[in-house]
């Protein structure tokens, strides 16, 4: 059995890394052996099949009324905030350019939207169908703002 002195164990181990590592070059096509010029392997813009902006729903505000929890936070994902001013409770969507808030009260025991107000991020008030449609767009691209 050959030993290896303590010391010698990290240029062993560099050894064996460099031995396994072999040859390294990037992936792609090679150049033709005819000696004529390919395009561009890597072009500027690209896009990935599927991908673009996601089909959004048009969804008007009152379509929105009657619907449960569940039903909402499937429809439009989970709210920014949420926040109880007895009777009701109200759940905040933000996107960049507006706010959008869903009241519930209790309807036969169980909580359901009864309005829906939208504004944009000065306060002032924003069409609702829009706005619902950037929360739309945002939750399918992923996005959103920090609450806060």
């Known amino acids: 059995m ?8 990290p240029l062993s181990f560099l050894l064996f890394l460099a031995a ?7 992936p792609g096509p090679s150049a033709p052996a005819d000696g004529t010029s390919q395009a561009d392997p890597h072009p500027d813009t ?8 996601p089909e959004i729903p048009d969804i ?18 989970e709210p920014m905030q ?21 009241v519930f009260y209790e309807v ?12 944009d991020r000065t306060a002032e008030p924003a069409d609702s169908t829009a706005c619902l449609e950037d929360v739309l767009r945002e939750k399918a691209l992923g996005a959103g703002l920090p609450m806060g």
């Open 20 to 26: 396994c590592a072999g040859e390294m070059t990037a």
């Open 60 to 77: 008007a505000a009152e379509e929105l009324l009657g619907l449960q929890g569940e039903e909402l936070a499937a429809l439009l994902g």
């Open 2 to 9: 050959i030993r290896f002195a303590p010391a010698a164990w």
């Open 108 to 119: 036969d025991a169980s909580a359901r939207v009864d309005y829906v107000e939208a504004r």
């Open 46 to 53: 690209f896009e990935l099949p599927g991908e673009g902006e």
């Open 82 to 102: 949420r926040r109880s001013e007895v009777p009701a409770e109200i759940w905040q969507y933000r996107t960049d350019t507006c706010v959008v808030d869903v």
